[in-house]
């Protein structure tokens, strides 16, 4: 059993920057995902990062602006988010997978309770 907590959201004016951490307690060798849900869309993939960190993916939409990574010795995955823009805005969810490689929700295992961000223009 993982269980997972996101922080570090909040309120950013547009070209900030946030950084989220999610901390895992339980077993926790497995590659970690975010993923981000804004109202009234489906919930789409962010990022991974392998177990150990030598492997990363990200979207499209935040490629060159977002960075992922994790410190196994804190059981800590991180997001950092820069040059955000109001389109980031959303609920951002870290979980956990027992398999690398997919971008979809439903590859994960373990979910956070989620963390908002919001960017204003």
């Known amino acids: 059993q993982v269980q997972l907590v996101e922080s570090g959201g909040g309120l950013v004016q547009a070209g900030g920057s946030l950084r989220l951490p999610c901390t895992a307690s339980g077993r926790t060798l497995y590659a970690m995902g975010w993923f981000r849900q804004a109202p009234g869309k489906e919930r789409e993939f962010v990022a991974a990062?392998?177990?150990?960190?030598?492997?990363?993916a990200y979207a499209d939409s935040v490629k060159g602006r977002f960075t992922i990574s994790r410190d196994n010795a804190k059981n800590t995955a991180y997001l950092q988010m820069n040059s955000l823009n109001p389109e980031d805005t959303a609920v951002y969810y870290c979980a956990a997978a027992t398999s690398w490689g997919s971008r979809r929700a439903e590859g994960y295992r373990y979910w956070g309770q989620g963390t908002q961000v919001t960017v204003s223009s």
């Open positions: 990062i392998s177990w150990t960190g030598g492997s990363t």
